[in-house]
């Protein structure tokens, strides 16, 4: 068993690595309930005292904010709330994803500066350990007044309504908390504001997002290697001093680690006929650094937010203010995920440019990789599928965070979209993956035409793994089934070989 423990401590983007896992159970610190109680305990005297209206919690919302609510319908305030905003449609949310966004959730929470009751941190905290996971849906969040839509469908089951996961089928959820014994939640005030305000839906994707990102940014390295060996590449791109000159810390990370990927390479070490390499082989620090940069800066935002709470209005009680502001607002994710799309997109750009390279008949190796071409169409049509997919990635990279649309009648009129960077960018995300797996189909075949000659022991090493999983390919064969099996290679595979 595995736990993910919340308290005041600040979380690392890596240390939620481990709510991936199906064991990992989450812990919820005293401290963190003692903050909990205290918000709310405020809330219910600053409620009782209360002269004036207070946003989301004695009125309405978005538009309605000017209505009154009574006392005894503070209550039913809240459940309206949540069901009439449960309007998530399109594609489900991959259930290790809504798993993030409900730790995300419970961790915004347990600051204690959203007003909720500890009996509804704790029922969320039940039903993730419990293996209850709420089905949620992509579409419906303009990530702006937190993603209302998916957060709404998330929270559906503590009323005991909507449906879950539960042991891989998908159930009515008042079915599913029967069994457990829970009771459908009463929530007070302010708690269905709480848990629909925020930015967890994007979070939460971000959070996979970048995980993904920083192996695939890895791997891209290691294929480069693989490529500009097989290419019979130059190694002199690649010298420390000509990127200390241009000190981008990203370039100079990834000058590094090529030499590092080839050191001991008996083709790399040997005399070259050609006094230059095509960009795609010797710009590989420079736009792999690039990347690298970009990822880097939206870990750091991703990890601020991880480490914020993001619902709307905000319970200061140690202040003695209750303040209705725009912590729900999506534009920092959104920015930081466009960002990331665009970084990801260009690695996945210059990788099926090395893949055309090796394809083209040059520096001794076979039209198309294979020896008969002609007979054979060998490696042609895999780099028409990598381009196909280089191009869809150009499309997705388009930022979404520079649109914005009125809702609410006006009152919320300015959104950040986030929530469409966010799932495009896992589209951006799995097809990097594609595109690597096929530039290292190509780069593993191309290698065997320089044998006897080896290229580094950690590159060989690889592929020795790889050709467990993919063949070299003599004479023309079903490419599809190599290309997935190569793809999940980069999926259950560790890059630092």
């Known amino acids: 068993m595995e736990y993910f423990h919340i308290s005041s401590k600040e979380n690392r983007l890596e240390e939620l690595e481990v709510v ?56 039913k305030l809240q459940t309206n709330l949540v069901m009439s905003h449960a309007c998530g449609i399109g594609e489900k949310v991959p259930p290790v994803i809504v798993k993030l966004m409900m730790v995300l959730k419970i961790k915004s929470l347990a600051y204690g500066y959203s007003g909720v009751r500890r009996e ?35 929270s559906l089951p503590l009323l005991g309504l909507g449906e879950v996961y539960y042991k891989g089928e998908i159930r009515a959820a008042g ?26 839906f994007m979070l939460a994707y971000s959070v996979w997002n970048i995980l993904k990102a920083k192996k695939l940014s890895a791997y891209a390295d290691a294929i480069a290697a693989l490529s500009i060996d097989a290419y019979d590449g130059r190694p002199e791109p690649f010298t420390a001093g000509v990127h200390n000159v241009r000190p981008h810390q990203g370039q100079i990370d990834t000058a590094k680690n090529i030499r590092e990927l080839l050191e001991g390479s008996e ?22 650094g690039a990347s690298k940069d970009a990822i880097e800066y939206a870990a750091k935002v991703f990890e601020t937010e991880i480490n914020s709470a993001t619902d709307n209005p905000t319970i200061l009680p140690d202040e003695d203010q ?54 054979n169409s060998g490696f042609m049509i895999p ?60 780069g593993a075949q191309a290698l065997e035409f320089r044998r006897p000659l080896k290229t580094s022991a950690r590159l060989e090493s690889m592929v020795e793994q790889y050709r467990k999983r993919v063949p070299f390919i003599e004479e023309d064969d079903v490419m599809y089934i190599h290309m997935n099996q190569s793809i999940d290679f980069l999926r259950d595979t560790d890059p630092n070989f």
Request: proline content about 4%.
């Open 120 to 154: 509804t941190v704790e029922r969320l905290a039940g039903m993730f350990n419990n293996g209850v996971i709420p089905v949620v849906y992509t579409q419906g969040s303009l990530g702006a007044s937190g993603d209302l839509a998916p957060l709404a469908n998330m």
């Open 383 to 442: 780099q028409y599928a990598q381009a196909s997919v280089v191009s869809q990635n150009k499309q997705l990279a388009t930022p979404a965070c520079v649109d914005t649309i009125d809702s609410s009648q006006g009152q919320e009129d300015h959104v950040s979209m986030g929530a469409n960077s966010a799932t495009k960018c896992l589209r951006v995300v799995e097809n990097l993956e594609k595109i690597l797996a096929i530039e290292l189909m190509n």
């Open 20 to 75: 991936l896992k199906e064991e990992c159970r989450v812990v919820i610190s005293e401290g963190s309930m003692e903050r909990i109680i205290k918000g709310r305990e405020y809330l219910d005297n600053k409620i009782d005292q209360a002269q004036r209206p207070i946003y989301g919690i004695t009125t309405g919302f978005g538009s309605l904010c000017n209505v009154s609510i009574e006392p005894a319908d503070l209550s």
């Open 322 to 375: 209750i303040i209705s502001a725009g912590n729900f607002h999506g534009q920092p994710l959104a920015l930081a995920l466009d960002f990331l799309s665009i970084a990801l997109a260009e690695l996945g750009s210059i990788s099926e440019r090395r893949t055309y390279q090796l394809i083209s008949g040059k520096r001794g190796l076979p039209s198309f990789l294979v020896a008969h071409p002609g007979l």
């Open 175 to 200: 079915e599913v908390n029967r069994i457990f014994g829970w009771e459908p939640l009463t929530l007070a005030s302010k708690e269905g504001l709480a848990l629909l305000n925020g930015t967890q």
């Open 267 to 288: 083709i790399i070490s040997r005399e070259k006929a050609h006094v230059q390499d095509p960009y795609s082989f010797r710009c590989v620090p420079q736009v792999h």
